[in-house]
């Protein structure tokens, strides 16, 4: 049976109270929706709780009384019963003082136990947020002091902060009572109230506005697509609100009613003692009304007529309370509340009214109706007579106390009365008689009468129109409320529903009937705009898919004919109506588009009213159609529009060319028109077709100073006012234009008119550009010289919103004219911002020009960076306005970054100092800090986030390094700076550069912190509100900008090894405070969590790593871990946990041991020592270590999401290597093991896959293998080093998927990253390499894991062969290419991981056959895909060295091993195939790495034909005939002699040829290794009948005199004094004699001649030769002789006997020294009369195994002379051979004397001399004993064979 699922609004409390369970809050719930459309990871969780019943149940039902029944206290025994919570006296929250709390909760909060318990459970899962957000200890606020500077004046500190902090023991003892406890839990169920009732508002807002239309007859249909979890969860809350929509809207008023009488009295708790409570509980009466309002409001808008029930109970709780206009409160942040409360009732009303659709109503004739006295139940209210005067009586009542917050509702009273009224008036017949008779035909009639006639006014209609307008203020009421629903920072409410509200207020004015006076115009303005600026709609987000109320507008007749087309025809006579609604209809998105006739500039495109006031001395105009008595005239003679400035000079021919040239400005003869205005000067309309924009670029030229021409309408330049709104306006028809680029195909052609068009009209020389930048610099030559608050800077602020727009289109025009402007004095000096800034706006405390100019300093920052690539491309010829945007490439680079420094300068001075200024609004404090803040960190990411492609570029991606990121330090390495100068964005590098030098200073300055810490502090003080939603946004905005700029600060300080910087310094003294931000908000989270592990990377590079844990205070750092450990729980967003897992993993490995600790074992040292001293400071240790969460988690992993996984299990990896003593102490380690291995051996084979989500998945699959090999690995050493339990059969059993793939050649697509590179660099200017990420930030895998994908289409955005069609352009490519190196990172990882457990398992289980049989496969494996491995990046050149490695100690671990599975004999095939891979013919010389990687082939080699030769002695052992052998061996002699022949033979003249050149990429270890390689070969079984072969292959290649060659110059070539290869050529040499055939060649080539004229030679002479010389060359030279030349004519005496013995016996005596050496070497103690008896001598077996082989060359020689009879003459060795001999005796039977003279000369001596001997006898006591015993019995055997012969 399927278990039922786990309820999500209330889990079992067992797992809450244990917190295996953490409660979605209904904070949580309305965080989820705010950023739903950002995040949809929040889907599953949410959705989980929205759909749970008892979720539904309360949203069904949310006005059910939630009171004790008898049935709730069942469920609560039930839910708290000891069958369901088991006691335990260790639990983290007590079952009896939850019981306790939740029934006191249910008592005085009258809700039922089980919603009481609930909070109750709550507080307790909060508690740890709690604590971090309470206090400051002194301690604490001691280092933010410092922070803050010393400074009384100008510390950021607020005073509470400034007072001194409380003792640790004392906040928590506070903290622990009953009483705060208690106060908590009244707190927090209180703000869960106004969180559920704030998410009904929002679930029913985006039902019944999802698909709500722009407009009515759905001309323009913008419905936004509801989200996939929440539209559903409004749908179905839509669908029970739409059943009883009426019934909810009743209880939603007697709810308002509630909260009202609530607020109205004390809570009733603590009897109203507690300020706090007391305050949060006013404060939860209104939010919930305002809520309760909202969701009224969108119940009522655009439906039905309400009934009678509903607008009478709802007007009479106005009427009880005054209407809601006599509440104040003195508490400022509640007064706060009254504002959005009052406004939102006077919404409500108005939409219960419903102006517009009900005069609608009235005056339809058609419609059909009964009107009756009462009226049928739920009847709408206009057909009850009754109701209506009832309503009446209510608002004449209210008319009559003059309420402000009345007249919204009493001017729709009263225009519904007199379209009643007009109704009934147009009934009555004309009588005299009666002026209001009984007309039965019309059922209002005696409504009507009895209105006018029992009211003590002469007409109450008019009584209420005037005391709405004149009493109660009511236009300047619905402006000034209308400026507050808009998308800016004080509004009232989110954008969306102030757009709904705005509509309405529009709707009320226009029907009101007022007329158009200039209050109404004003008031419509302000709907229009809702107190919006330009950046408020370069902020806009909700854009197409919004409630467009300017689309609404333009669609409805009667609003544009009583306002648009009134204020038209009064332009220019009144110039402001019109440009203001021009200007805002400019802002809808939904009216871009030349072609579109509602748009702003089909509007302006041909204005058919020209009016104006004439002078009185005007005669040139006739009157006509007198009979009409219209005031219709007819032009006689032309008015011109414009007239010279200086009329002296204004003669007839000046006239004559003005005329000529401005002939579109003048009003031609014949024009007619009408007089609107006799008294006193006239004013005509005329009905004269112009362009607007043309006449609006017109009228701005007669600002100029240097203008020729003034408006002719007035004498004058056009004033300010009308300046400032027409450059705005073209502003914003640029912005709108270019913004709209996806939604309107024609967006640049649209932007192009609006310039063309402003500009047809001016003079020859300018266009509206040049001209708005003349009144731009004028204006601040005249601005700047003046100072005062009331300073008007609004055209200077319009041109800086001109100077945005144009950016977008053409910044070719800009950046030359900023270049030269006075606003920054790059070029002349002495910028006019400050001086601007400093003597008005510090002064008025508004900052519209700074603000703006610091907006505009950001478009230039992404305009560098979006245009850089096309600024790099070849200048094109430009005509004034052309086609294609004007990017100008011709301005250099320099022109951008001294602009763009000067900017950076200044605003990094504002941002220091700007915390003191004064500021009207501190929004304006925010706003400013945020953009500077967010501006500089684009710089330090456009500058340090990418790398500079290297030139000229060979390779088409980078080296491991750069491809793989240490996963331990998140930092890079700059280049050199001619590097990054070379960036694509280099035009920032000064601007970085400047803001590195300021914030990463060494030296101490507070000035430069305090703006974060202000931003901080800001953080810490975030309001917890529903209301205000949009400051929220900017509140918490902000202060997200200032930890993601620290956080970047920190990492580029990190990346250019900026160490112990001031910023870092300061942030750890603020760490408290910065901790206490993860609990403030939940947008908070991400960015503390980055901050914090950018401070622990950071210090980790600093001399003394300053401690995290130390400077966060032990109470503040364990309830931060404490809230840390919960992982984002209850939304467990991946973004977020994976964060947290990163930051743990850069804390276990970066010298933060105290916290390391405390993370993996729950406790601190020193909370151990307190702990067992019994006494506690009230921080208790973590309930469960985050390395056991990490472990119990990870027992699951295959349910884990993998990038959950991925991050845990790195923690674990990291955890292991770092402390591996808390890893394996863990109880959960060993059941950890086993699910990960058994996880591992599950894994599905890789395929070759096409499509990215599965290439994806696969990446975070191997990604996973490679950290759970890791660990693995770690687990057997540990095991290994404790000889504990190691699982290994169980491992070996799981393995199979790392050896079958582990080694594979990485899925690099190299033909997918050639085509790129080359088509990419084809079409752009730059190449693909520019756009490398740097690991500034953390590189996830994914389509943005190596080129800065995001950073690219920002660049490339509008170039079609980057987007393509159905993304099929060279953007998808990248985003393959991005998935395609993550999936090679995840394989070279997978190879690493694996590497490293297979070196382990050879230490741990190599006798294990099975074991050593995967592992010598993997060996073979990894040869074979080097042979396959074609691609010539560096990258897997180093993973072919690196594989190569790998086999290299596999295989040498297997022969250590004494492995004999069979295959061991693949390995020398598969060797040499690889060799023969990488070599080719042997032609090509090696070259840097090569050469490594051949070395280590090389030394695989070598092992491959020892372990090929134990095999065959191991037959030869079994006795097996010389045939069985032959026939066994004869397979690999063909290799073999191939070897013999390209490794040997060539190899040797390679190397020979290397070190006679000094070449670097030569060593001694490569001689050696091919002399053990021949010396390998030569014993393989069968290979002495090759002999001939071998010597042919000799002679080919003239190896043997490049031996001799190399030895002849070993002096001339020594290593620091060391003739090594004097060595290494004789050994080569001993091993080539080794072959009969080849020792006869060498004593034909008079190899002996050639050795004894070598220069080193003449050192052997010498009498300093000797194993104990002083210096190594002595002593090298002491070997060549004892190890390779004695041993070489052994080899040749016995190759070819008498007729080289005289030979041999000349070259020995030219050697007396050192036989005579040799001679003495062994004398006994004290029986020489030369040495003195206190210098003790010493034997080394290289002593021994000269005298060995000197004996045995006297031997014999001495043996061929005798047999020769005489015949040959063979000199007499010098060698006192009985001396020897009576001394070898002598030793040999002193053997407890011999064992203290034994002496090891070099490694290998020393290693023998440590390992035990084999021998039965046991009188060696090890192996160096052993060997000197047995050289010196050879000895006595050779020299006592002479004697005794």
């Not at 080296?959 to 001619?978: A, D, G, N, Q, Y």
């Not at 600060?1049 to 910087?1061: F, G, P």
């Not at 966060?1112 to 992982?1127: E, M, Q, R, V, W």
């Not at 009879?1765 to 070898?1784: H, Q, R, T």
Request: charged share 20%; aromatic share 8%.
């Amino acid at each position: 049976m399927v278990p039922s699922p786990e309820p999500s609004y209330f889990p079992s409390l067992d797992k809450c109270l244990n917190g295996d369970e953490i409660l979605i809050s209904w904070r949580a719930v309305y965080s989820a929706i705010q950023v739903a459309r950002e995040d949809p990871t929040l889907q599953p969780k949410i959705a989980h709780f929205l759909a749970d019943p008892t979720v539904r149940e309360l949203l069904f039902n949310p006005f059910k009384p939630s009171s004790a029944t008898p049935q709730s206290k069942s469920s609560f025994e039930t839910k708290t019963s000891a069958i369901n919570v088991t006691p335990s006296s260790d639990a983290r929250y007590g079952i009896k003082e939850v019981k306790g709390d939740a029934l006191w909760l249910s008592k005085v909060g009258k809700l039922d136990e089980v919603s009481a318990l609930r909070i109750v459970v709550q507080e307790c899962q909060g508690r740890t947020a709690a604590k971090l957000l309470g206090r400051f200890s002194e301690d604490e606020l001691a280092g933010i002091r410092d922070s803050a500077g010393d400074s009384k004046f100008s510390s950021p500190m607020t005073v509470s902060l400034l007072s001194r902090g409380a003792d640790v023991a004392e906040i928590h003892a506070e903290f622990e009572t009953e009483d705060n406890r208690r106060q908590r839990i009244l707190l927090l169920y209180l703000s869960e109230r106004r969180y559920f009732w704030k998410c009904c508002e929002c679930l029913i807002h985006e039902h019944l506005f999802a698909s709500l239309s722009a407009t009515e007859n759905g001309r323009v249909e913008h419905a936004r697509t509801p989200l996939s979890w929440l539209g559903d969860a409004a749908r179905v809350l839509g669908q029970v609100v739409e059943k009883s929509r009426e019934d909810i809207v009743l209880q939603c008023i007697a709810s308002i009613e509630s909260n009202l009488q609530n607020a109205g009295r004390s809570s009733g708790w603590y009897d109203g003692t507690k300020s706090e409570l007391e305050s949060d509980w006013v404060r939860t009466q209104f939010t919930e009304a305002t809520h309760l309002m909202e969701i009224l409001f969108e119940l009522l808008f655009n439906a039905d007529f309400p009934s009678s029930q509903v607008i009478l109970r709802w007007f009479r709780l106005l009427c009880h309370y005054d209407f809601f206009s006599q509440i104040t409160m003195e508490d400022p942040s509640l007064q706060t509340l009254i504002l959005p409360f009052q406004s939102i009732s006077m919404m409500v009303s108005l939409s219960i009214l419903s102006l517009g659709p009900i005069l609608h109503f009235i005056q339809d004739e058609s419609l059909t109706y009964t009107v009756t006295e009462n009226g049928e139940d739920g009847a709408p209210f206009i057909l009850n007579t009754s109701t209506l005067t009832t309503m009446n009586e209510i608002m004449m009542a209210a008319a009559d106390a003059g309420y402000v917050t009345a007249g919204p509702p009493i001017l729709a009273w009263g225009s519904i009365l007199r379209a009643l009224n007009f109704r009934v008036s147009n009934a009555v017949p004309d009588d005299d008689s009666d002026i209001y008779p009984t007309i039965s035909s019309d059922p209002y009639s005696t409504l009507i009468k009895n209105i006018m006639e029992n009211n003590h006014e002469d007409n109450p209609i008019d009584y209420l129109a005037r005391r709405s307008v004149n009493g109660c203020h009511v236009l300047e009421t619905l402006g000034g409320l209308a400026m507050r629903l808009g998308n800016t920072s004080d509004a009232f409410f989110p954008t969306s529903t102030g757009s709904i509200l705005r509509t309405v207020i529009i709707d009320t004015i226009a029907s009101s009937g007022l007329g158009y006076i200039p209050e109404v115009v004003e008031a419509l303005l302000s709907a229009l705009r809702g107190g919006q600026n330009y950046w408020d709609l370069v902020d806009s987000k909700d854009s197409i898919g919004s409630y467009d109320l300017i689309a609404m507008f333009m669609s409805n007749p009667g609003w544009v004919n009583t306002f648009l087309q009134t204020a038209m025809s009064r332009y220019p006579c009144e110039s402001l109506p019109f440009l203001r609604i021009v200007h805002a209809i400019a802002s809808s998105p939904s009216t871009y588009g030349g072609e579109n006739p509602d748009s702003a500039i089909g509007l302006l495109s041909q204005i058919p009213y020209f009016t104006y006031q004439i002078p009185g001395d005007f005669i040139g105009y006739e009157t006509v159609q007198e009979e009409d008595n219209n005031n219709s005239i007819r032009l006689r003679t032309t008015v011109d529009l414009f007239e010279v400035r200086s009329m002296a000079i204004h003669d007839r021919d000046q006239s004559q060319e003005l005329e000529l040239v401005d002939k579109d400005f003048c009003i031609p003869v014949g024009t007619t028109g009408r007089v609107i205005s006799d008294s006193g000067p006239r004013v005509i309309l005329w009905f004269h077709e112009y362009s607007g924009l043309k006449y609006f670029g017109r009228l701005l030229e007669t600002f100029l100073t240097a203008s020729d021409v003034v408006d002719a309408i007035t004498g004058f330049p056009a004033d300010e006012d009308s300046v400032a709104e027409i450059i705005d306006i073209l502003a914003t028809l640029l912005y709108g234009t270019s913004a709209a680029g996806i939604s309107n195909p024609n967006a640049k052609e649209d932007s192009q008119l609006v310039l063309e068009l402003a500009s047809s009209g001016l003079s020859r020389n300018r266009d509206v550009i040049t001209v708005v930048f003349a009144i731009f610099e004028e204006e601040l030559q005249r601005q700047s010289k003046v100072s005062g608050s009331e300073v008007p800077l609004a055209v200077l602020v319009s041109c800086v919103h001109f100077i945005h727009a144009l950016l977008l289109i053409s910044p070719g025009r800009v950046w030359p004219y900023l270049a030269q402007s006075a606003l920054l004095g790059v070029s002349r000096g002495g910028g006019r911002l400050s001086n601007i800034v400093e003597g008005v706006e510090l002064v008025s405390g508004r900052y519209e020009f700074l603000l703006s100019c610091t907006r505009l300093y950001e478009a230039l920052v992404e305009d560098v960076t979006r245009n850089a690539i096309r600024r790099r491309s070849r200048p094109k010829s430009t005509t004034r306005f052309h086609d294609e945007e004007d990017v100008s490439p011709g301005i250099p680079d320099h022109v951008l970054s001294k602009t763009l420094l000067h900017f950076t300068r200044y605003l990094m001075d504002v941002l220091e100092s700007s915390f003191s200024w004064k500021f009207v609004t501190q929004n304006d404090r925010r706003r400013l800090t945020q953009d500077i803040s967010t501006t500089f960190n684009k710089i330090l990411h456009y500058v340090y986030g990418t790398e500079a492609a290297p030139r000229p570029d060979k390779s088409p991606i980078p080296t491991i390094e750069e491809v793989r990121p240490s996963p331990r330090i998140s930092k890079f390495k700059l280049k050199k700076s001619k590097e990054t100068s070379s960036k694509i964005t280099a035009a920032l590098t000064a601007c970085a550069s400047q803001i590195v030098e300021s914030f990463l200073a060494t030296s101490s300055s507070a000035l430069r912190f305090q703006p974060i810490l202000v931003a901080l502090l800001d953080g810490l003080e975030t309001p917890d509100l529903t209301i205000f939603t949009n400051e929220l946004t900017l509140w918490i905005a902000q202060v997200e900008s200032v930890l993601s700029f620290s956080t970047t600060l920190l990492r580029v300080s990190n990346a250019l090894q900026k160490y112990s910087t001031d910023l870092e310094r300061q942030l750890f003294k603020a760490a408290p405070l910065i901790a206490r931000l993860y609990a403030v908000c939940d947008a908070y989270k991400r960015p503390v969590v980055s901050l914090c592990e950018a401070l622990v990377v950071t210090a980790n590079n600093m001399p003394e790593s300053p401690s995290l844990l130390g400077h966060l205070g032990p109470y503040t750092a364990k309830n931060f871990l404490h809230i840390l450990s919960d992982l984002d729980k209850p939304l467990s967003r991946d973004s977020n946990s994976t964060a947290i897992w990163h930051f743990l993993s850069m804390v276990v490995s970066n010298k933060q041991q105290w916290f390391a600790n405390y993370l993996l074992t729950g406790t601190t040292p020193r909370e151990e020592v307190v702990k067992s001293g019994g006494s506690s400071n009230g921080a208790s240790p973590l309930d469960k270590p985050l390395l056991t969460v990490a472990l119990e988690r990870l027992l699951d992993i295959s349910g884990l999401p993998k990038t959950e996984a991925l991050a845990m299990l790195e923690f674990v990896a990291l955890s292991q290597n770092f402390w591996p003593w808390s890893v394996y102490n863990s109880a959960k380690h060993a059941d950890f093991i086993t699910s990960i291995a058994e996880y591992a051996g599950n894994l599905q084979p890789l395929q070759h896959t096409t499509k990215v989500e599965e290439t994806l998945d696969s990446c975070y699959q191997i990604r996973i293998a490679a950290y759970i090999a890791e660990i693995l690995a770690m687990h057997m050493f540990h095991s290994r080093q404790t000889r504990t339990s190691s699982l290994i059969p169980d491992l070996i059993a799981n393995l199979s998927y790392y050896t079958r793939f582990a080694v594979v050649v990485p899925g690099f697509n190299s033909s997918l990253h050639a085509q790129l590179k080359r088509n990419f660099d084809a079409r752009y200017s730059c190449s693909l390499l520019d756009l490398k990420r740097t690991t500034l930030e953390e590189r996830q895998l994914g389509r943005n894991y190596f080129y800065n994908l995001p950073l690219a289409n920002k660049m490339l955005r509008h170039d079609e062969g980057w987007t393509g069609r159905k993304h099929s352009g060279l953007r998808a490519e990248v985003e393959i290419a991005n998935v395609n190196l993550s999936l090679v990172d995840a394989q070279i990882a997978l190879f690493h991981g694996w590497k490293v457990l297979a070196i382990e398992l050879t230490s741990s289980s190599s006798s294990d056959v099975d074991v050593q049989k995967a592992l010598i496969k993997v060996s073979c494996d990894s040869l074979e895909s080097n042979t396959k491995s074609h691609h010539s990046e560096e990258i897997f050149t180093r993973l072919c060295a690196q594989r190569a490695d790998f086999a290299l100690i596999i295989t040498q671990r297997m022969v250590e091993a004494e492995c004999k599975h069979p295959y061991m004999k693949n390995l020398l095939s598969t060797a040499w195939e690889t060799i023969r891979n990488f070599r080719g013919p042997f032609e090509k010389s090696l070259r840097g790495e090569e050469s490594t990687y051949y070395r280590s082939l090389l030394k695989l080699l070598f092992i491959a034909t020892r372990a090929h030769i134990a095999s065959a002695i191991e037959m030869r052992n079994e006795d097996l005939n010389v045939s069985v052998r032959m026939e066994n061996a004869t397979p690999m002699i063909p290799v073999v002699l191939d070897i013999i022949k390209y490794v040997v033979a060539m190899g040797f003249r390679e190397y020979a040829t290397k070190i006679h050149e000094n070449s670097s990429d030569a060593s001694p270890e490569d001689i050696a290794l091919i002399t053990g390689i021949l010396q390998s070969c030569l014993r393989m079984p069968g290979i002495e009948l090759c002999q001939a072969q071998i010597l042919g292959y000799m002679k080919e290649n003239d190896t043997a005199r490049m031996a001799t060659t190399l030895f002849s110059w070993s002096d001339s070539i020594a290593v620091d004094g060391d003739p090594i290869y004097g060595e290494l050529s004789m050994l080569f040499l001993l091993e080539l004699s080794s072959m009969p055939l080849m020792a006869e060649q060498l004593a034909i080539d008079g190899v002996l001649g050639h050795i004894a004229s070598a220069n080193i030679i003449s050192y052997l002479r010498r009498g300093n030769v000797s194993p104990f010389a002083d210096g190594t060359g002595l002593q090298r030279c002491y070997s060549i002789w004892a190890k390779g030349i004695l041993p070489l004519l052994l080899n040749l005496l016995d190759a070819v006997q008498s007729s080289i013995a005289a030979e041999v016996a000349i070259f020995l005596n030219q050697f007396s020294h050192l036989l005579e050496q040799c001679s003495k070497a062994f004398e006994a103690p004290e029986s020489s009369r030369t040495v003195s008896k206190s210098t003790p001598r010493y034997i080394s077996l290289g002593m021994c195994s000269e005298a060995h082989s000197l004996a045995l060359l006297n031997f014999i020689l001495t043996g061929l002379r005798e047999s020769g009879g005489g015949a040959i003459d063979i000199p007499e060795v010098k060698l006192d051979s009985p001396a020897i001999l009576e001394n070898v005796e002598f030793w040999l039977g002193a053997r407890v004397v011999l064992r203290e003279r034994i002496i090891p000369m070099g490694a290998r001596d020393v290693e023998l001399s440590k390992q035990k001997t084999s021998s039965l006898d046991g009188v060696a006591t090890n192996r160096l004993e052993e060997a000197v015993v047995s050289e010196l019995m050879g000895i006595r055997d050779v020299l006592g064979g002479v004697d005794s012969s």
